[in-house]
């Protein structure tokens, strides 16, 4: 079936104090995505960021963002008073997240709610602490202890509750209970305030595309509390990180620094750990978007301490045997496969073998050197088109930023003179062209509908500083713009019928 949606990150809806979360904000944006004919809202992972503010570095895979929980929301359930959040000191220009800020003054603000919370009483906070027994407790004691040490990576900790030994963790439990409680809390109304929105989206028509993550952090309570699913050494130091190597957009390659799985081990265990990262998944979003899909068919692997990615390499993956053990496990599921970038013959079988959609970039798709993959008369039914995605500049700053070549094969692809056209008019000849492509699903970053510049970009890939900050302003979607965005959805035969 042809539909289309939009790719807004949570953290970027135009909500009250500091960064978007789950207020009338997200609520507003359902009903815009309806308004629009949209019947697709794309996001990035929401698990709880660390240093950099990546979603794509959490300190668990299982848990939530505590900075999405919405604020008004306590004060509604009397676990806080508009008094404390007028107080905080949070309100700022709307324009982007000032994480530090965020983290200082967010943080004291939950703490009071979950002491006027009386959570433990609650029967709900007990039952989902039950159900989520396999991660939740490791989870908050990691927090907890992290908190107690100034943030200190788990690498740095004593050795005994490095190690975690058993009377120690008895200590740690027992030393931070009511800390440990306070991250539990966190999850909890995390858990229960995105079940709300996700109900409230679908029973408009709107499925939820979520992202997971190829790799954990280094630092995260999933490698603190289980050391044995990675390639780690005896003294719990990596043997080889995560990363890309070099290409013609970087000399010296990627070097994310990730671990990387022993996948020998997973596969004794009938990758029982993976099945439960997917069902958690699953139970979050509508549809999947694997990253780095290639990653399953091939690995690279970098010797831990290097400096850059040049002298790592390729080790061979899992392959098809873990999507078959999640099909067994869990059922057919709604998947994405992110397969950009270089693909060897390998990766491209695994992807027809699972039969899952590949991704289709525009702006990639005009090479002077080169005819692309990208360009649209290459694409088949099963994939997913967009104009751009978080990783890339908006288009139309990537119009401003093209070389005349790769424009001048743009335009004649598109039929188009070079002159007396506006990066403004570019841009939506783009949208147009991904919404007429043959491709099931189409995807548009929000930026792009709203036509902004490269202030607008969400993240630059290998850099640290100035991403993930980006924020939509307030009713940037107007009724006319809206309206235009459903006349092309029909057009292209991808309006899906809402409620």
């Not at 209970?177 to 991250?183: G, K, L, M, P, Q």
């Not at 699953?282 to 068919?297: A, E, T």
């Not at 709604?334 to 695994?350: C, M, N, P």
């Not at 070079?418 to 147009?432: A, D, F, Y």
């Amino acid at each position: 079936m042809r539909a289309s949606g939009i790719l807004l990150p949570i953290s970027s809806l135009p909500s009250e104090y500091g960064i978007g979360a789950f207020d009338r904000s997200a609520y507003d944006f359902v009903d815009t995505l309806v308004k629009a004919g949209q019947a697709y809202w794309q996001i990035l992972p929401m698990g709880p960021t660390g240093y950099g503010d990546s979603p794509y570095q959490a300190f668990s895979t299982f848990a939530g963002n505590p900075y999405f929980i919405s604020l008004p929301e306590l004060v509604s359930q009397g676990y806080l008073t508009q008094q404390d959040l007028d107080a905080a000191g949070l309100s700022d220009d709307g324009a982007y997240v000032n994480y530090e800020n965020i983290y200082e003054k967010r943080f004291p603000l939950l703490r009071r709610a979950y002491q006027g919370s009386n959570i433990s009483e609650s029967v709900e906070f007990q039952e989902y602490v039950t159900a989520n027994a396999e991660w939740l407790p490791d989870y908050a004691l990691f927090m907890a202890i992290k908190d107690s040490k100034g943030g200190q990576s788990f690498l740095e900790w004593e050795d005994d509750i490095k190690r975690r030994k058993p009377e120690t963790l008895a200590r740690y439990r027992a030393d931070y209970e009511e800390d440990i409680t306070f991250y539990m809390f966190l999850q909890y109304e995390f858990a229960r305030q995105w079940k709300a929105l996700k109900k409230y989206a679908n029973e408009k028509g709107v499925q939820i595309i979520g992202d997971i993550p190829i790799y954990v952090a280094l630092d995260s309570a999933d490698t603190w509390a289980n050391p044995e699913l990675f390639q780690f050494t005896e003294e719990l130091k990596p043997k080889a990180v995560a990363g890309c190597p070099p290409d013609a957009f970087s000399e010296t390659g990627q070097l994310w620094g990730n671990p990387l799985y022993d996948w020998k081990y997973h596969e004794e265990t009938g990758f029982a750990w993976w099945l439960k990262r997917l069902r958690n998944c699953f139970s979050w979003y509508d549809m999947v978007r694997i990253d780095h899909f290639r990653g399953f068919d091939e690995y690279y692997a970098i010797p831990y301490g290097e400096p850059t990615a040049v002298n790592g390499k390729w080790e061979t993956g899992p392959g098809i045997a873990l999507f078959e053990a999640m099909e067994e496990a869990l059922g057919k599921q709604q998947i994405i496969a992110e397969d950009l970038g270089f693909l060897t013959d390998s990766v491209r079988k695994l992807l027809i073998d699972t039969g899952y959609p590949g991704m289709k970039v525009l702006q990639f798709a005009f090479d002077s050197r080169e005819e692309s993959d990208y360009m649209p008369h290459n694409y088949t039914a099963n994939s997913v088109v967009y104009t751009g995605t978080h990783d890339n500049q908006t288009t139309l700053s990537w119009w401003k930023e093209m070389s005349e070549v790769d424009r001048e094969v743009a335009l004649r692809y598109m039929n188009l003179p070079n002159r007396w056209v506006t990066k403004k008019m570019l841009t939506w000849q783009l949208i147009t062209m991904a919404q007429r492509s043959v491709s099931d699903l189409c995807i548009i970053p929000a930026q792009d509908y709203l036509c902004l510049p490269a202030t607008a970009r969400i993240n630059t890939p290998s850099t640290l500083g100035y991403n993930w900050q980006w924020r939509m302003k307030k009713d940037a979607f107007t009724d006319k713009l809206c309206e235009k965005i459903k006349k092309m959805t029909k057009l292209y035969g991808r309006l899906v019928k809402t409620s």
